[in-house]
């Protein structure tokens, strides 16, 4: 299994190895219902151009896991003295300690667990708050940290809870357009539900593309490219510029550390991203998804180096939903 971070100057990304691996589009973490035995249709109508045949996709996906572009890196960041776990995660607890006092870091991370409640009002269950104040308790320092995190409860209660186990009292800054949901779906939110809903689910989906999942048939395989191209932007420029637009431009203005707290929408191809596809988030073929509190971290040194981090908040980064 190959283990990678990325390494990036402020807007010129370049990625490197250092070994080697919700849900709607409005954040409201809604759940697949469909099983990768029983994948639908891309399009019942044979006439759709992004039409397949279920039984196909079915009977013969399987990945195929192509690196990224990799440029020699320019950036002068060194890589912390980390090690990832078996699965190609790093302890959030380990990138802070490693991390030079003069760096800056901003995690971005998935929620806690939440209640099986949808929607924008939906809170953390007891043991999501149980995750939350654990992790931060993992953090405790001296220094305060700068918290944000979607207009939803239970992101602003996430990243309260990890303030609190850190000893802080927070205020969590809304920072939906730097945490947008949507960020790598090419199409509005309601075209997206609407497809996926009918097409394996969300996870199913996002994870075919975010793999570049191919099958055997070249026309189905010609179909499932054109799908990803329509619904979604290309997965490493679109990672490299959430992090140098979203996370760079901005970092500055926030402390030392910063906390941001977002939905698995966003946080499942940014890991996927970070680690140049070695992390397996397969939900169509492994089950596995992006767990509560995984995301990545973005280090950004006094001289402007960066170092991405595909990381973990609990005891492993994946879950099985």
Not at 56 to 67: F, G, L, M, Q
Not at 159 to 169: C, L, Q, T
Not at 286 to 301: F, K, P
Request: charged share 15%.
């Amino acid at each position: 299994m190959r283990k990678a971070l990325i390494a990036l100057s402020a807007f010129s990304l370049a990625a490197f190895f250092v070994g080697c691996n919700e849900s709607s589009t409005s954040a409201s973490d809604t759940p697949d219902i469909t099983s990768s035995e029983t994948v639908e249709t891309i399009s019942s109508d044979s006439n759709d151009p992004i039409s397949s045949a279920a039984e196909e996709i079915a009977s013969c996906a399987s990945v195929e896991i192509s690196s990224a572009s990799v440029e020699s890196s320019t950036s002068t960041a060194t890589p912390l003295a980390v090690v990832p776990d078996e699965d190609g995660f790093y302890d959030i607890a380990d990138i802070y300690s490693a991390a030079p006092a003069t760096s800056k870091i901003a995690f971005v991370i998935r929620h806690a667990e939440r209640e099986d409640s949808l929607g924008q009002l939906s809170n953390l269950t007891e043991n999501g708050v149980a995750q939350a104040l654990a992790l931060g308790s993992k953090l405790v320092s001296e220094e305060a940290f700068h918290y944000g995190s979607t207009d939803f409860v239970r992101t602003r209660a996430t990243a309260s809870y990890i303030a609190e186990g850190r000893g802080e009292v927070a205020t969590v800054d809304t920072l939906d357009e730097i945490l947008d949901g949507n960020y790598f779906i090419a199409v509005p939110s309601d075209s997206f539900d609407s497809y996926t809903s009918s097409h394996g689910g969300s996870w199913t989906f996002i994870s075919r593309w975010a793999y570049n999942d191919t099958v055997a048939n070249p026309t189905v395989n010609a179909n499932l490219q054109l799908a990803y191209s329509t619904y979604f932007y290309d997965l490493f420029e679109r990672g490299n510029q959430f992090v140098s637009e979203n996370i760079v431009a901005n970092i500055s203005n926030w402390s030392r550390v910063s906390v941001l707290v977002t939905h698995d929408v966003l946080v499942a191809p940014l890991i996927i991203y970070a680690s140049n596809r070695a992390i397996d988030l397969q939900f169509f073929a492994s089950r596995r998804w992006a767990n509560y509190l995984s995301g990545i971290a973005v280090v950004v040194d006094e001289a402007g180096g960066v170092l991405v981090y595909p990381v973990r908040g609990a005891e492993t980064g994946y879950m099985y939903p």
